[in-house]
């Protein structure tokens, strides 16, 4: 089994709250990032795809072939834009880092031509980063 991973940087404007709290709640469950006028992370986005090698090319999945796969569905709706108010993709969805990679698993789950996608990792912060595989 081999994995090949595709990096990308975005930066979005966020905010964490949940309307069924209070402004307090939010504050205490949220912290900084439940501020109410927003701010932004610098993100990088990890894309892993796993399988076998075609022999005829050496290539498990062409890697510029992914870039733009991502590139297209996932970085044009994120990047320099506000995740609550203007991707598609996250309406409705608490903007955490793990909700931010379950979302941008199941925009990509059913595009990756070659091999299957097997993780994808959303680095909010040097230290943080969050993991979702699918189940
Ligand atoms: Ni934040």
């Known amino acids: 089994m081999f994995f090949v991973t595709r990096r990308e940087i975005f930066s979005a404007a966020h905010r964490l709250y949940n309307p069924k709290f209070s402004d307090e ?13 927003w701010h932004g992370h610098n993100y990088i986005l990890e894309v892993i795809v796993a399988g076998e090698i075609n022999p005829e090319t050496g290539y498990l999945i062409d890697l510029k072939l992914l870039k733009e796969i991502i590139i297209k569905n996932i970085i044009d709706k994120v990047d320099h834009k506000n995740l609550n108010t ?3 993709f ?3 969805i608490i903007p955490t880092a793990e909700n931010i990679a379950a979302a941008v698993w199941n925009q990509l789950v059913d595009k990756i031509p070659d091999g299957k ?3 994808v990792k959303i680095y909010e912060t040097e230290n943080n980063y969050f993991e979702y595989r699918g189940e």
């Open 90 to 92: 996250m309406s409705g």
């Open 117 to 119: 996608l097997y993780s």
């Open 25 to 37: 709640e939010n504050e205490r469950i949220f912290g900084k990032c439940s501020n109410p006028n």
């Open 86 to 88: 203007e991707t598609d």
